[in-house]
């Protein structure tokens, strides 16, 4: 079965159960028995997971789809995302844990010029720690900082860490058909702590893999690890909202090798404003 909905189908069939409807109110009715009998209960509509769930075999390109649609953007999926995250504006605080122990916050904002794939986006995030502020923008494929209107080098692992977020990211796998991604299916759901999920393994153009885990009930991306430099990354997803339409996670934690080294909270997110090019340029 085809989960590739959009908006034209579900026209099509609001239209047909409309005309239905009318037909049944003015048709004569059936004359009324003395004794009724008692109305049935109404069936409730399949869930996403049912819907996936009745197609066999069960695909990581179905499940992924049934995620863009029920999920992320009902109900036209990577369209609907399209035309509303033309630009992000993203406000919130981030709080960071060194190898040392030492803890560091900060508070962000993130912008974000949408692309046709994730490689050519244009990214900048400014920080403001309370001795430091400076921006980190990936433009061009590049990563450079700013600092004072001045462009520097950052560290490396300021840049990696940074990079990570875009390549290692929930973007990253709905948008494996613009990328050109390879995604692969594990033969069996994995439950974790009572929760079953499907589990989906992504490579890039560039072969950095990604697996990532889709709660079976939600289609939400509830989870995903990645391996960098010897180090075993797992960052989660928490308190998922809608915005503007489309479906965002408002809290993230990030773990290297079970150590928590990285918490995000969103604050506001808006899509669709003007977003000025010429921050994004070294100057």
Known sequence: MSLRLNSSIFTALFVVTGVLSVYSQISTPPPRPLNPAPKATAKPSPTPDK?????????????????????????????KLNQIRKTTLERGKATYTSADGKIEQSTYQRFVIRAETLDKEK????????????????????????????????????????????????????????????????????KIMGVEYYVIDLTDKKERKT?????????????????????KYRRKFYDYNSAQGTLVPYRTVLWADDKQIEETTIGTVTYGQKVDDEIFKAS
């Open 123 to 190: 990214i900048r995030l400014d920080q403001e720690f309370p001795n430091a502020r400076y921006s980190l923008v990936f433009a061009g494929q590049k990563i450079y900082g700013i600092f004072n209107n001045s462009v520097f080098e950052p560290r490396e692992d300021a840049s990696k860490g940074f990079e990570n977020q875009i390549i290692h990211g929930i973007e990253a796998l709905l948008r494996y058909k613009e990328d050109e991604s390879r995604i692969e299916m594990t033969p069996a759901k994995e």
């Open 51 to 79: 819907t996936i769930v009745s197609a066999k075999p069960v695909t990581a390109e179905q499940v992924l789809e049934a995620a863009l649609i029920f999920a992320y953007a009902y109900p036209e999926g990577r369209t």
């Open 211 to 231: 697996r990532y885990y889709l709660s079976a009930k939600t289609f939400r991306i509830m989870m995903l690890t990645y391996e960098d430099g010897g180090v």
